[in-house]
């Protein structure tokens, strides 16, 4: 079985094309690469197949993003949010199995609620502040950020969500957010592999995504410095709202 029996040599080439600009935004703000490749690729590619697609790319980049300021400054993220990436292990690898069970309709609508929401939030400038944050919220975060990343491989809104209430410094977010993606890229390889969804070719499929997408992170990241960050993640933010609204559409009306 070849690639082109799960798409055409078309699809395939605007699938290459979506992980090329997921690793873009990615390399520019920080985050989103997950939302954008299973945005885009659920345009054209049946849920399954997208999410599939999503899961090499995202441990690639998420892998550099977090060992960006070297191994120390990354073991030390993991120490400082242990509760969260526990609670959101445990919450992803259980949520993960439940993919095989759902219709595309409802696959559409999970992954369509956060991706709108995130991103309608941002857009309006709402943000929850946490002066003194605790164990619970830390693991009520987690555990909603791996239920949503189990099924849909996007665990980015309640974790940027989260950083941002706890007022993390830039520098500081973006290499945590690289820890904590990171780590649940690892998750979601090894969920998705005993869910079934990352199986032969839907693998080799994701692995011909790492290439564009860690090329588009280049990319970005070299721009990073010469664009004005708030208009490009405003813009960021209308994209995936779009495309979260669509998903949304897909999903209640076919």
Same mark, same amino acid.
């Given at each position: 079985?070849?690639?082109?029996?799960?798409?055409?040599?078309?699809?395939?080439?605007?699938?290459?094309?979506?992980?090329?600009?997921?690793?873009?935004?990615?390399?520019?703000?920080?985050?989103?690469?997950?939302?954008?490749?299973?945005?885009?690729?659920?345009?054209?590619?049946?849920?399954?197949? @997208? =999410?599939?697609? &999503?899961?090499?790319?995202? $441990?690639?980049? *998420?892998?550099?993003? /977090?060992?960006? #300021?070297?191994?120390?400054?990354?073991?030390?993220?993991?120490?400082?949010?242990?509760?969260?990436?526990?609670?959101?292990?445990?919450?992803?690898?259980?949520?993960?199995?439940?993919?095989?069970?759902?219709?595309?309709?409802?696959?559409?609508?999970?992954?369509?609620?956060?991706?709108?929401?995130? @991103? =309608?939030?941002? &857009?309006?400038?709402?943000? $929850?502040?946490? *002066?003194?944050?605790? /164990?619970?919220? #830390?693991?009520?975060?987690?555990?909603?950020?791996?239920?949503?990343?189990?099924?849909?491989?996007?665990?980015?809104?309640?974790?940027?969500?989260?950083?941002?209430?706890?007022?993390?410094?830039?520098?500081?977010?973006?290499?945590?957010?690289?820890?904590?993606?990171?780590?649940?890229?690892?998750?979601?390889?090894?969920?998705?592999?005993?869910?079934?969804?990352?199986?032969?070719?839907?693998?080799?499929?994701?692995?011909?995504?790492?290439?564009?997408?860690?090329?588009?992170?280049?990319?970005?990241?070299?721009?990073?410095?010469?664009?004005?960050?708030?208009?490009?993640?405003?813009?960021?933010?209308?994209?995936?709202?779009?495309?979260?609204?669509?998903?949304?559409?897909?999903?209640?009306?076919?």
């Amino acid at each position: 079985m070849s690639l082109f029996s799960l798409m055409s040599p078309t699809e395939f080439v605007f699938a290459l094309a979506v992980a090329f600009v997921a690793g873009w935004i990615k390399g520019m703000v920080g985050f989103a690469l997950p939302m954008v490749i299973i945005s885009g690729l659920s345009v054209f590619l049946p849920p399954s197949l @997208a =999410l599939a697609g &999503l899961i090499l790319p995202t $441990l690639a980049t *998420n892998a550099q993003q /977090a060992f960006q #300021e070297g191994a120390s400054a990354a073991f030390g993220s993991i120490r400082k949010f242990r509760v969260f990436l526990l609670t959101g292990l445990l919450c992803l690898l259980t949520s993960a199995q439940l993919v095989s069970f759902l219709s595309a309709s409802s696959f559409l609508l999970i992954i369509g609620i956060p991706v709108s929401f995130f @991103a =309608l939030i941002q &857009l309006l400038g709402l943000k $929850l502040v946490l *002066n003194k944050p605790s /164990a619970r919220v #830390e693991a009520t975060a987690g555990a909603i950020a791996g239920v949503i990343g189990g099924i849909s491989g996007v665990w980015g809104p309640p974790t940027v969500a989260y950083l941002t209430a706890l007022n993390t410094p830039k520098k500081d977010q973006m290499r945590v957010q690289g820890v904590i993606y990171g780590l649940g890229s690892v998750a979601l390889v090894i969920a998705h592999v005993g869910s079934g969804i990352l199986w032969g070719q839907s693998a080799v499929f994701s692995a011909t995504l790492v290439l564009p997408a860690m090329a588009g992170m280049w990319c970005g990241l070299r721009l990073q410095d010469r664009i004005d960050q708030a208009a490009f993640r405003r813009l960021t933010l209308l994209v995936l709202l779009v495309a979260g609204l669509n998903l949304l559409r897909r999903g209640l009306v076919g």
